[in-house]
Each structure stands twice: as C-alpha cells, then as structure tokens.
C-alpha cells in the first residue's frame, strides 16, 4: 500500500505543477563561433599560409537584419574586431560576417586590416 500511496502523491504533485514549471532547454546558438568556423574555412582556402583568425568577442557590434542578401536570408551582420594571423603573427583586424540565424550558419566573412 505505500508504493500505491507513493505513486498517488507523484500523480497529483505532477498535475498540479503549472506548465511553465518544466526545465527550460538550452540553445547551444553561437553565431560568432559560426562566423569564426567559416572564416576559417574560407582563408584556408585562399591562403596556405593561413593560421588562425579569432573574433574578439568584446568588441563585437550585433545587427538585426532578417532580410535576403540575393538568394539568402541574412537574419545577423556582426561586425567588430578580429585578431588575423598568416604565418607572421596575428594581426588585428576589421571584420563583417553575415549570418543566417538560428539553424543556419554563417554566409560570408570579409576582413579589413586595421588602420
């Protein structure tokens, strides 16, 4: 009988906890990491020399878009400082990445040397 008495307690507990009372799930969304991974990818490919490019996540600057750029939606311009490094040290640098949001990665990187 107290495993019935148990299970009974746990049932109405259960039914009377509010909706909103469950664990809220964690988004793993990190559109800067997405932005590094592509420009990577990307310099790499036009550079052999390339090493390493890391966003200064400080100084980043995060625009709201959500519109199409030609055939892509773009739903984040993130734009800020970077550090650049191609075989001769890291470098700073600018730099403008376009993401597509949540569920899609980033769609181009560009950068500009510091002045």
């Not at 307690?9 to 906890?17: G, I």
């Not at 990577?40 to 100084?59: D, E, L, P, Y």
């Amino acid at each position: 009988m107290g495993l019935r008495l148990a299970l009974a307690v746990v049932l109405v507990l259960t039914a009377a906890a509010p909706a909103g009372a469950a664990p809220r799930a964690k988004t793993r969304f990190d559109g800067i990491r997405d932005c590094e991974r592509l420009a990577v990818i990307q310099f790499k490919r036009h550079n052999a020399a390339f090493r390493q490019f890391t966003i200064q996540r400080g100084k980043v600057s995060v625009d709201k878009y959500a519109d199409k750029v030609g055939g892509s939606f773009v739903s984040t311009v993130y734009h800020g400082t970077a550090t650049y490094d191609a075989g001769r040290g890291a470098q700073p640098t600018r730099f403008i990445c376009l993401h597509g949001g949540m569920g899609n990665d980033a769609l181009f990187v560009y950068t500009l040397p510091e002045s």
